[in-house]
Structure formats: structure tokens, C-alpha cells
């Protein structure tokens, strides 16, 4: 099962359910449940496959809320032009991708890769957008060490 080293402030229900309204998006329960337990951080096992013909990579830091670095409202602002609809940024790896949760249906509580250097001229155009797991739970069971490590 992954840690998280490096997590931040708790949070509570009240701070999330502000969080969404500051923001106007709707939280997945189950990233809540991330979100309250762990609000940020590195993961110990931190390499995950893209489908497809991507390979792998590897995940920097989970965004959180409060005041730190990983701030995942200021991710939100950054990203809000460059993402699809429905999509947050709730973590990064070191090339500058980001690892996106679906706010919003077709895609709601989904986990995606969103390639950078594939960007689109239309953040609508979901063409850099690879598919990683049904939820944040699958996501983090999904995530391993490199065996050579």
C-alpha cells in the first residue's frame, strides 16, 4: 500500500466543502477521502504506466490545500485554460505533465495523464489525454518502486 511522506495540515470536511465552493468544483467523494487523509504529499512508490504507447512515469507530488507549495488551487488557476472541462490537476511529474481527476460526467472520479507536449489548441480536445485508472484508489494501488532502486 503507498504512503505519502511529506503530507501537509489535516483537513476537514468543512475546509474541502469551502475548497469546492472558492473554486466551483465538485470533489469526487473518493478524492475527498484522499484529500483527508493524506492533503498532498510525495508518494513512497511513485512510478505509474500510461497506457498505451507512453510507457511509464513518475509521480512528483500530489497537490493539496492550504498554504504550501503544491497549493492545488493555484494548479487549478494555471491549468484552468489548458485542461478539458470537468478536469482538475492533482499531481505533477518532473517533465511538467499532470495527473488529472474528473470532476465532472463522462469522466467523473477518472484519473488521467495529460501530456504537455501534446498540448491542443483546444483545451476541449482531449487527444493528450491518456486514461490511468477508474478512481483515486485504483490510481495509488497502481503505483510502484523501481525494482532496481
Known sequence: MVKIEGSHKKLTIEEIKQFEIDNGVKLTKKYTEFLLKWNGGYPNESIFSIYGKMGNSVLNVFNGIGDMYDNLEKVIDIYEFKLPKGFIPIADD??????????????????????????????????????????????LDNLYEDPEE
Open 94 to 139: 518532473p517533465a511538467g505533465n499532470v495527473i488529472c481527476l474528473g470532476t465532472e460526467e463522462p469522466y467523473y472520479d477518472k484519473i488521467y495523464f495529460w501530456d504537455h507536449e501534446q498540448e491542443p489548441e483546444d483545451p476541449d480536445d482531449m487527444s493528450n489525454m491518456y486514461f490511468l485508472a477508474n478512481d483515486i484508489n485504483e490510481f
